[in-house]
């Protein structure tokens, strides 16, 4: 199947700092790429949808401003999650598709990011 | 939009057991529902899917079966494993770009 790649895998940063996390499609053209946020033994929370191209769609309660989401090529979307602060301590995971790919329908999962905020 | 609800949140079965989960979904119009198998701190991984112009699809211990009336999809597990403890997420589908996550079953098998 297809390979999605997210970076990094852990981060541990300060609290008021921003961290960015990106998400790539190593060999095919993601024309859209979801964010999702995973608290422990939780299900996927979808977080955003990024078309290539275009701004992100924001799921309801999600701030645009904090968790800023830019897909400026086929192949790459990233997630700066801004000022953090300890509450934004999640499992941060991206998928993507592409039109050629959802023909299966399937979703490829990226390995997920662990953000961790003191 | 769609409403996926899966159940049961949680699931214990011995050894060689089977094991069923079941999800419900709102929106006529999804027709793909894929089954994701995540272990902990991993990424949610692909196990079966089922398309809505079919009943049932089986993968040696893993089967899916979908009722497009009741709007209702299952999975089946027979002859569990230790490693298929998990968390097991359904999802339906109305469109490629749109994929509705149930809230998980987390399976513990007992050896």
């Known amino acids: 199947g297809a390979v999605v790649s997210q970076h990094p895998s852990w981060v541990i940063c300060k609290s008021g700092t921003s961290v960015k996390i990106e998400c790539r499609s190593l060999?095919?053209?993601?024309?859209?790429m979801f964010w999702y946020r995973q608290f422990p033994k939780q299900s996927l929370m979808l977080m955003a949808t990024s078309n290539e191209g275009s701004k992100a769609t924001y799921e309801q309660g999600v701030e645009k401003d904090k968790f800023l989401i830019n897909h400026a090529s086929l192949t790459l979307s990233t997630l700066t999650v801004t000022s953090a602060h300890p509450e934004d301590s999640s499992f941060y995971i991206c998928?993507?598709?592409?039109?050629?790919?959802?023909?299966?329908?399937?979703?490829?999962f990226g390995e997920g990011s662990r953000l961790t905020v003191l | 939009g769609e409403n996926v609800e899966q159940h049961p949140s949680t699931l214990s079965v011995q050894e060689g057991d089977s094991a069923v989960i079941k999800c419900t979904y709102s929106d006529s119009a999804s027709n793909y529902f894929p089954w994701y198998k995540q272990e902990l701190g991993k990424r949610p991984q692909l196990i079966i899917d089922i398309r809505s112009n079919v009943g049932e699809k089986k993968d040696q211990r893993i089967a899916v079966t979908l009722n497009k009336t009741a709007k209702h999809f299952s999975l089946h597990i027979t002859e569990t494993q230790p490693e298929d403890s998990a968390v097991y997420f359904c999802a339906a589908s109305p469109s490629g770009n749109q994929f509705y996550f149930g809230t998980g079953t987390s399976l513990t098998v007992i050896p």
């Open positions: 998928s993507a598709g592409a039109t050629s790919l959802f023909n299966t329908g399937e979703l490829f």
């Open positions: 060999d095919f053209q993601a024309t859209t």
